[in-house]
């Protein structure tokens, strides 16, 4: 909601931040004015108390930079110092996504959002609730000798989320989990002993973690989301494949919410559906 100053009340208001800015920044009024390009004196002149003036935008622009602060927070139309780079800077990342079991910077923000919701598009199956089996199957092409350990460390990592205190909300494709159970596309080749010891592990944690764990099958000619988790309040993640988009100002994470929501509200297997699915896919599988 944006509040209207009366001049004097912004003039009064610049001149503090002004100074704040100053203070922070251990810079005198003579360091400032040369930092600005202006006369000490004009500095001076900002900084005394009485009278509306406000300096042109040309000065407030000088000031702000050499303060590294944003011309809007001296002029009392943000309650965000930071300049409009360094808020994009901090609110969007970009950071490597490894083709690995055990993602540190993944596991980072499982910790960091321990006790909120977490809401998750996997790419695939979810990883935390794949067996072995898949894991081995899926990985060690390009893991070799060292799947056992990343399995390992993965299920320690694993059994950490599970007990942190959050809920998770999975949803996925439904024809994703139809592709699996016959083996099609990506999980083409995989045998049909470790697709029904799969099926029957996702029975058996979504009965004993329900309702912390709750899963939804979306149909995804009506509705479509790209891979993303969003890690309660705190901050939303898109998976492009080689990277991690990660948004944490607060609308991006609340519009991601929403779509989140969209998906499980669209949903066409509701969570306590999914055991009667996963038992008849189950049953078809050869």
Known sequence: MLIKFDKRDRATLFRTRLAEGMAKRGMTQSGLAEAAGVDRSTISQLLKSGGPRLP????????????????????????????????????MLMTEAPRALVDEQIFAWHREAAGYKIRHVPATLPDMLKTNAVLRWEYEPHLGITVDQAIGASEDRLQWMREAGS???????LHEIHAFARAEGYYRGLDARTRRYQLDWLLTVHDQLYPSLRLFFFDARRTYSAPITVFGPLLAVIYLGRNYLAFRDTDRVRSFTQH???LVREAEIDTRDVPELLADLREGVR
């Open 167 to 173: 809920d998770y909300e999975i949803a996925l494709p």
């Open 260 to 262: 989140f929501d969209w």
């Open 56 to 91: 042109n935008a040309q000065v407030v622009g000088e000031c702000a930079t050499a303060l590294g602060v944003s011309a809007d927070w001296l002029l009392g139309l943000t309650d965000r110092p930071e300049s409009a780079a360094d808020l994009l800077a901090a609110s």
